[in-house]
């Protein structure tokens, strides 16, 4: 597979967009691009680790349901689910009915709320390189796993989150802009 697609726009993106419009929408607008915020990375991570196991387009379709399921992941909202909202979600066919997933999302939300303001960002974010790499010319340049996702998902884990290995947090970190992976030649490409 080549790593660049040029699109009916003219414009060359890595070709894991192929070409689905919402794909295409989401590597332009998102994918890369700093995120910042508790409650955002906390839905970042739930959806990374609805993820696993499964393409990320996927879950990219379902992510208005998801949003609406979990209450935009406002994390005091989640973490006070229970049982009955277990069984909820395990009946929505709108989103991964994943028991395990759904019950990790729910008790890491717990503990994002009893987290001071903005400590998840800085917690996640100080786990971005410092030092620049050379842009990925192809995928096969591009890691699945680097020493920083495996550090930021021991970290996490010593606090008690789940469904957040080290490849599920280097997805992460390409998709909330800790990292840079557009292949060069990408349009997107910084």
Request: aromatic fraction near 10%; include cysteine; glycine fraction near 8%.
């Amino acid at each position: 597979m080549a790593s660049l697609l040029t699109a009916s726009d003219g414009r060359a993106r890595c070709a894991w967009v192929g070409d689905d419009a919402e794909y295409r929408r989401y590597h332009d607008e998102e994918w890369g691009r700093p995120l910042h915020g508790d409650r955002a990375l906390f839905e970042k991570m739930a959806l990374e680790g609805f993820q696993a196991g499964l393409s990320w387009i996927t879950i990219l379709r379902k992510r208005p349901r998801f949003r609406e399921v979990f209450a935009g992941f406002d994390p005091a909202a989640v973490a006070a689910f229970g049982a009955d909202d277990v069984e909820r979600l395990m009946t929505d066919a709108g989103i991964i009915r994943n028991r395990a997933k759904i019950e990790a999302t729910i008790s890491n939300a717990a503990l994002v709320r009893d987290m001071a303001d903005g400590e998840l960002d800085a917690l996640m974010w100080s786990f971005a390189p410092q030092a620049s790499r050379p842009r990925p010319r192809e995928f096969a340049d591009v890691p699945a796993v680097t020493a920083e996702s495996t550090a930021l998902s021991k970290a996490l884990r010593g606090r008690g989150f789940r469904f957040v290995g080290p490849t599920t947090m280097y997805a992460l970190m390409q998709s909330s802009g800790m990292v840079d992976d557009h292949i060069e030649g990408c349009w997107r490409a910084a």
